[in-house]
Nanobody, 123 residues
Framework: QVQLVESGGGLVQAGGPLRLPCATS????????MGWFRQAPGKEREFVAA????????DYADSVTGRFSICRASGQNTVYVQMNSLKPEDTAVYYC????????????????WGQGTQVTVSS
């Protein structure tokens, strides 16, 4: 079992940065691929970014490529998403998730989820 807790959400102006940590506990952090997803009001949850167990492979949605960066700090059992040049359309609840195998863009492939953290980008 893996427990995930996101934090770092809040209100930020367009163009600004924000970093979201996802702290994990439970089974060995290093054996899991981690992903970030988001869900805006009235929309389906969508893939944002993912990183494999070693940190050597990452994947990003087209909408965030070049602006967002995912990394993992194994010593802290934490995965981060650094969000730069934020836009109002990035407003959403952001979730982190974990799965036992490689990265995936499908939420259905992730077995463990955090409770989410709200990010609001003002124009």
């Amino acid at each position: 079992q893996v427990q995930l807790v996101e934090s770092g959400g809040g209100l930020v102006q367009a163009g600004g940065p924000l970093r979201l940590p996802c702290a994990t506990s439970g089974r060995t952090f290093s054996s899991y691929a981690m992903g970030w997803f988001r869900q805006a009001p009235g929309k389906e949850r969508e893939f944002v970014a993912a990183i494999n167990w070693s940190g050597g492979s990452t994947d990003y949605a087209d909408s965030v490529t070049g602006r967002f960066s995912i990394c993992r700090a194994s010593g802290q059992n934490t995965v981060y998403v650094q969000m730069n040049s934020l836009k109002p359309e990035d407003t959403a609840v952001y979730y982190c998730a974990a799965r036992s195998y490689g990265t995936s863009r499908s939420e259905w492939n992730y077995a463990y989820w955090g409770q989410g953290t709200q990010v609001t980008v003002s124009s």
